[in-house]
């Protein structure tokens, strides 16, 4: 079945940890997007992605990374975690060939940085 | 540029009655538009999308959105609320180039029994 899958869906981790929250898409797409979204606030796009080797960073600067190794993920790094990362990120994708928008949601990764 | 405006943080209707979520957008051509809703702890879900063919759209559990290009309105409406109906819904507005959507701030509905 085509979907979008994030893991964890659920961390808490100290100050100073790496980490690295994986998305991956069955959908066969080629854009891929991240997106950080405070409780109770909206979406704010961080980091996108139109393919292979491609990545582009959002309307929101991030201290994360990310890489775009294969077309079917689009894992997104923090070096070193801290408290002001604590947030959901939502990882989505869309069709390369779609001029009309549409993105495609995964279920999130809620984080929490102590 | 474009931009979303959703008028209400907060909606509170009764189960049964009628519900009318308010955006606005801003867009020098015309856009693509879509409702999301988000239940807690869930990712994004599309209500309904405007892509240029008919004004008046239907989405997902009852849901419908009216295109209205003179008002720049693209407000959300549901018939009769239902408990399940309780969730944060976002208005969204894609860019001219296909690449990016820009999100409102977001309306929390709640339904009373």
């Known amino acids: 079945e085509a979907d979008i899958y994030q893991t964890p869906r659920y961390l808490v981790i100290g100050t100073g940890k790496k980490i690295t929250l994986e998305c991956s898409q069955t959908?066969?797409?080629?854009?891929m997007y991240w997106y950080q979204q405070d409780p109770g606030m909206e979406l704010h796009l961080i980091h996108y992605?139109?393919?292979?080797?491609?990545?582009e960073k959002g309307d929101l600067s991030s201290e994360s990374t990310v890489s775009r190794i294969r077309t079917e993920h689009f894992p997104l790094t923090l070096e070193s975690a801290r408290p002001s990362h604590t947030s959901q990120y939502l990882c989505?994708?869309?069709?390369?060939?779609?001029?009309?928008?549409?993105?495609?949601f995964g279920p999130g990764t809620r984080l929490t940085v102590l | 540029a474009q931009s979303v405006t959703q008028l209400d943080s907060h909606v509170s209707v009764s189960e049964g009655t009628p519900v009318l979520l308010r955006c606005n957008y801003s867009?020098?051509?015309?856009?693509?538009l879509f409702w999301y809703v988000q239940h807690p702890n869930k990712g994004l879900q599309l209500l309904l999308k405007?892509?240029?063919?008919?004004?008046l759209v239907k989405g997902i559990n009852g849901f419908e959105a009216e295109f209205k290009k003179s008002e720049t309105s693209f407000h959300l409406t549901k018939p009769s609320a239902h408990m399940s109906d309780a969730a944060e819904y976002f208005c969204?507005?894609?860019?001219?180039?296909?690449?990016?959507?820009?999100f409102g701030k977001g309306t929390r509905l709640h339904i009373l029994p």
């Open positions: 405007y892509t240029s063919a008919a004004t």
């Open positions: 992605s139109y393919g292979v080797n491609s990545t």
């Open positions: 867009s020098s051509y015309s856009p693509s």
């Open positions: 959908m066969g797409h080629d854009k």
């Open positions: 969204v507005v894609g860019d001219v180039r296909g690449d990016k959507i820009i």
């Open positions: 989505a994708s869309s069709d390369l060939g779609s001029r009309r928008n549409e993105q495609f």
